[in-house]
């Protein structure tokens, strides 16, 4: 268990919907990261929070946005939805010096598997 | 540009080394993470290098070659446990977010 916490664990919607992914990050953790993976690819860094403050951004599309709050968990928003933004998102945390690796190792999250039908 | 290579899949036997490398372009670089990966669960850490050599941790080392952007991960008295992806990310500038190779899939075999 990383301790991230990420909810929910399985989402299926139509396309055209909207939806919104919630991530708690590890106690301590200041920095919040988005990844996208999909069947086809590898693990894809979306976006990146840290103290409430939008970090470093990837090759996140316009129809995707994200927000953290001052309780530091992260939300992802996912709207006109695609067939081809079904995958695992996951969410991952890094700040603080407990654990193995530094205060810039990330840990993810068990992930949440959107599937658009 | 930030372009990760890493063999696709790899076969070992039970009990047996393996080495999984991994070449990444050096501009920017920050650091050398490797992960686990089992099907359809979350990535795990499992080594970190920002200086050039070897680090042992039981049965996985890591090395890393700065100057040759050049890391592997060895897995030593490999386990059927041990069949997962094993993913080569580096981080990138100061926001120290995570560029990702394609992943490694590694069959351990009885």
């Known amino acids: 268990d990383s301790g991230v916490t990420q909810t929910p664990k399985h989402l299926i919607t139509a396309t055209g919907q909207r939806v919104t992914l919630r991530c708690s990050p590890r106690?301590?953790?200041?920095?919040v990261y988005w990844y996208q993976q999909s069947l086809d690819q590898g693990l894809q860094f979306l976006i990146q929070y840290y103290n409430g403050e939008e970090r470093a951004k990837g090759n996140i599309l316009e129809r995707f946005s994200a927000q953290q709050f001052p309780d530091l968990h992260s939300e992802l928003n996912l709207s006109s939805l695609e067939l081809g933004d079904s995958a695992l998102y996951f969410c991952?945390?890094?700040?603080?010096?407990?654990?193995?690796?530094?205060?810039?190792?990330?840990?993810f999250g068990p992930g949440t598997r959107l599937l658009v039908l | 540009g930030q372009n990760i290579d890493q063999p696709t899949e790899m076969t070992a036997t039970e009990g047996a080394i393996v080495q999984i490398n991994c070449t990444y372009q050096?501009?920017?670089?920050?650091?050398l993470f490797w992960y686990q990966q089992h099907a359809g669960e979350a990535p795990t850490f499992l080594s970190y290098?920002?200086?050039?050599g070897l680090e042992e941790k039981g049965r996985f080392s890591s090395f890393l070659s700065r100057s040759k952007g050049y890391s592997y991960l060895l897995l030593k008295e490999l386990q059927m446990k041990d069949s997962a992806s094993y993913l080569c990310?580096?981080?990138?500038?100061?926001?120290?977010?995570?560029?990702f190779g394609s992943g490694t899939r590694l069959l351990v075999r009885p």
């Open positions: 290098n920002v200086l050039d």
């Open positions: 050096t501009s920017g670089f920050n650091g």
């Open positions: 990310a580096r981080t990138v500038d100061s926001s120290y977010k995570l560029i």
């Open positions: 106690s301590g953790d200041l920095s």
């Open positions: 991952a945390s890094s700040g603080s010096s407990r654990g193995p690796g530094t205060q810039e190792t990330q840990y």
